[in-house]
């Protein structure tokens, strides 16, 4: 894995940690997790990161 890669990845998980804990404390709704989810795989395009994704890249 090459440094863009890696850092493609780490900024797709630092993402979705932060609006993982939104969705915990009933900031944002599942609903909005969701897409927020499918905008960041489309943006960040990890590979490795799919597997903490609830949504797997098309």
Excluded: N, V
Aim: aromatic share 12%; charged share 40%; proline share 2%.
């Amino acid at each position: 894995m090459d440094k863009e890669q890696f850092d493609r990845e780490k900024d797709y998980l630092s993402t979705m940690l932060f609006f993982r804990s939104m969705e915990d404390r009933h900031l944002i709704t599942e609903e909005e997790y969701a897409e927020i989810d499918t905008k960041m795989l489309e943006k960040y395009r990890p590979l490795l990161c799919c597997l903490f994704s609830e949504k797997a890249l098309t």
